[in-house]
């Protein structure tokens, strides 16, 4: 009997060493951190970059919204900026074309990756936007290279290095309220957004750190004349993996 039970018990042993090998021997799953642009066309193809973690190796993109194009272009280890952590911006990327046919209405795209039969957590794009698109023309560093925009808008940009800033200003004929907004923790962008408001004399109107994890939001009630918007990191951080988009509305 005592030799039976340590045979079943040297069994036992034998099987749970199998299976933990086995288990240590899983594929690890691919993550995303971010995409660049966080939205894509309503209405076309929009060339994506895809930030996160085990994505630089065969990879096949997916979403469960039918008749929605993904088109893998190239995969690759991703640029690391200066004193920042891979384990929290990403070390990897990929880059697709995603393509939304006109039939179909969204909002969001959920997507997601697949290697060596593992898939990682959805991510979801934004789907086009309720003003009118444009992007952030460099160099607008100063007051002098402020670039102009118009209300509403939306601006899609990138604090590009450490100690950048981004300014941008617009004209108001009348008094209006208006609502200045960063996104960029909400789609896993590494910024942790600052915004500033200046009047034409360059004097600050407002400022707002975080409103939302550590996006900044502004709501004022401006006279008719020029102003100025500072976006920036709140620690001086910035890169690839610091894309914004800033929403400017009534």
């Known amino acids: 009997m005592r030799n039976c039970r340590s045979l079943l018990f040297c069994l036992g042993l034998a099987f749970v060493d199998l299976s933990t090998l086995h288990s240590e021997d899983k594929p690890e799953a691919p993550r995303i951190a971010l995409a660049t642009p966080f939205a894509v066309s309503r209405n076309g193809t929009t060339k994506v970059t895809v930030r996160g973690w085990k994505l630089n190796r065969d990879i096949e993109a997916r979403t469960k919204i039918g008749n929605v194009g993904l088109r893998m272009i190239k995969h690759d280890n991703a640029n690391i900026p200066n004193g920042q952590d891979a384990k929290l911006i990403g070390d990897s990327q ?93 789609q896993g962008s590494g910024l942790d957004s600052l915004l500033t408001l200046f009047d034409s004399r360059k004097e600050i109107i407002a400022t707002n750190d975080d409103a939302e994890l550590t996006d900044s939001r502004l709501e004022v009630v401006l006279a008719a004349g020029k102003y100025f918007i500072v976006v920036q990191d709140a620690q001086d951080h910035g890169g690839s993996a610091h894309p914004y988009r800033l929403v400017l509305g009534y």
């Open 94 to 186: 990929v880059e697709l074309e995603v393509t939304i046919p006109p039939e179909i209405a969204i909002d969001t795209l959920p997507i997601t990756f697949i290697a060596a039969g593992v898939e990682s957590s959805p991510y979801s794009l934004l789907v086009g936007g309720r003003f009118p698109v444009v992007g952030e023309v460099e160099p607008n560093d100063s007051f002098r290279q402020a670039q102009a925009i118009a209300l509403p808008q939306i601006v899609d940009g990138q604090i590009h290095a450490d100690r950048n800033v981004d300014l941008f200003s617009f004209e108001l004929a009348v008094e209006r309220k208006v609502t200045i907004e960063v996104i960029a923790r909400r």
